[in-house]
């Protein structure tokens, strides 16, 4: 899938939206997500069940000024309140989590910089923001400096990416924020009935409570590995 997703970001042309006089709304085709395109900047749908959106600053170079967003169906959760799912994964997301994450991409002395938990859209959304040494597919090696921010609902995964190098990263910052303060999770579709007896553990929301949590890990991965790559070639 990553090589799929890969040859999506080399060949794509950011131009889509034209630079306009503020910033532009975005909504999903599939109704999965909406959000806000910064003002001058592009997006392209990529056409890919997972990888849902590019979002691009204007005159970047070929590797900063990106956000990836990234829907993955998780059907296992459906049977959870968004209560129960805030309450499991709020303990979960750890540091720990985020440093495994960053690791499992194989990039060169990783650092997580930050982490935590922020209240949007009625749930929590876990970031994180972490650098790393990378070599590129041309060969060339930068240090990376991305922050990821994912949201968790009744039945998916939501997260969007944002990367520079990490001399430009600063430069783009308010319009990364921009992009995650306005992501909003649509179309879950499901509200579950609350059970009864106390709070819900990850053990009994699902049998195999790891792979839940490895699903996460692995989208995060995936979006972390993606990064790597230029925009275009």
Same mark, same amino acid.
């Given at each position: 899938?990553?090589?799929? !997703?890969?040859?999506?970001?080399?060949?794509?042309?950011?131009?889509?939206?034209?630079?306009?006089?503020? #910033?532009?709304?975005?909504?999903? +085709?599939?109704?999965?997500?909406?959000?806000?395109?910064? #003002?001058?900047?592009? *997006?392209?749908?990529?056409? #890919?069940?997972?990888?849902?959106?590019?979002?691009?600053?204007?005159? *970047?170079?070929?590797?900063?000024?990106?956000?990836?967003?990234?829907?993955?169906?998780?059907?296992? =959760?459906?049977?959870?309140?968004?209560? @129960?799912?805030?309450?499991?994964?709020?303990?979960?997301?750890?540091?720990?989590?985020?440093?495994?994450?960053?690791?499992?991409?194989?990039? %060169? #002395?990783?650092?997580?910089?930050?982490?935590?938990?922020?209240?949007?859209?009625?749930? @929590?959304?876990?970031?994180?923001?972490?650098?790393?040494?990378?070599?590129?597919?041309?060969?060339?090696? !930068?240090?990376? %400096?991305?922050?990821?921010?994912?949201?968790?609902?009744?039945?998916?995964?939501?997260?969007?990416?944002?990367?520079?190098?990490?001399?430009?990263?600063?430069?783009?910052?308010?319009?990364?924020?921009?992009?995650?303060?306005?992501?909003?999770?649509?179309?879950? +579709?499901?509200?579950?009935?609350?059970?009864?007896?106390?709070?819900?553990? =990850?053990?009994? *929301?699902?049998?195999?409570?790891?792979?839940? !949590?490895?699903?996460?890990?692995?989208?995060?991965?995936?979006?972390?590995? =993606?990064? @790597?790559?230029?925009?275009?070639?």
């Amino acid at each position: 899938m990553l090589r799929k !997703l890969s040859v999506a970001l080399a060949v794509i042309a950011f131009g889509s939206l034209a630079a306009s006089a503020a #910033d532009t709304p975005y909504r999903d +085709g599939s109704g999965r997500f909406s959000v806000t395109v910064p #003002d001058g900047w592009s *997006a392209q749908a990529v056409g #890919d069940s997972q990888i849902a959106l590019l979002i691009g600053a204007p005159d *970047a170079d070929d590797f900063s000024g990106l956000c990836i967003v990234m829907v993955r169906d998780v059907p296992e =959760l459906r049977s959870l309140t968004q209560a @129960q799912i805030d309450e499991v994964f709020g303990k979960e997301m750890t540091r720990a989590f985020w440093e495994a994450a960053f690791q499992a991409t194989n990039a %060169k #002395d990783v650092t997580v910089e930050d982490n935590g938990t922020r209240a949007q859209n009625g749930h @929590q959304a876990y970031y994180a923001v972490g650098s790393a040494t990378v070599t590129l597919p041309t060969g060339a090696v !930068l240090r990376a %400096k991305t922050k990821l921010q994912m949201q968790v609902i009744p039945g998916s995964f939501h997260a969007v990416n944002c990367r520079a190098k990490a001399e430009t990263f600063a430069g783009y910052e308010a319009q990364f924020e921009k992009v995650f303060a306005s992501h909003i999770p649509l179309g879950s +579709g499901y509200i579950a009935s609350l059970p009864q007896g106390g709070p819900v553990t =990850l053990n009994q *929301a699902r049998p195999n409570a790891r792979a839940t !949590l490895n699903a996460a890990r692995v989208m995060i991965s995936d979006q972390l590995r =993606l990064s @790597q790559y230029p925009r275009r070639r």
